[in-house]
């Protein structure tokens, strides 16, 4: 089994930038996809970004391309989403996620395992 913890959320002005965290234990995560998503108040959660193994490849939602980062560091069995230039839509709570396989996923059902999330608020 594989537990994540998210950390890193905030309250943040528009135009600010916050660092997400999710730090893996239990298993090694090197051999896992990683996805972060979020879920706004009133609102299913969406997928946001996702990286593969060894960090090459990235996936991202239309609407973070260009403002989030994803990465990772397999040594730190650690997962990171940084969000820049960020927008009060942005708001939700950010969940991370990681599934046993080789294929970048977009849909929520891939990922068999998740962190509780941290809630990011950004102000107008």
């Known amino acids: 089994q594989v537990q994540l913890v998210e950390s890193g959320g905030g309250l943040v002005q528009a135009g600010g930038s916050l660092r997400l965290s999710c730090a893996a234990s239990g298993r090694r995560i090197s051999t896992y996809v990683m996805g972060w998503f979020r879920q706004a108040p009133g609102k299913e959660r969406e997928f946001v970004a996702s990286?593969?193994?060894?960090?090459?490849?990235?996936n991202y939602a239309d609407s973070v391309k260009g403002r989030f980062t994803v990465s990772r560091d397999n040594d730190k069995n650690t997962v990171y989403l940084q969000m820049n230039s960020l927008k009060p839509e942005d708001t939700a709570v950010y969940y991370c996620?990681?599934?046993?396989?080789?294929?970048?996923?977009?849909?929520?059902?891939?990922?068999?395992?998740w962190g509780q999330g941290t809630q990011v608020t950004v102000s107008s």
């Open positions: 990286i593969s193994w060894g960090g090459s490849s990235t």
């Open positions: 996620a990681g599934r046993g396989t080789s294929t970048i996923a977009t849909n929520e059902g891939a990922y068999a395992y």
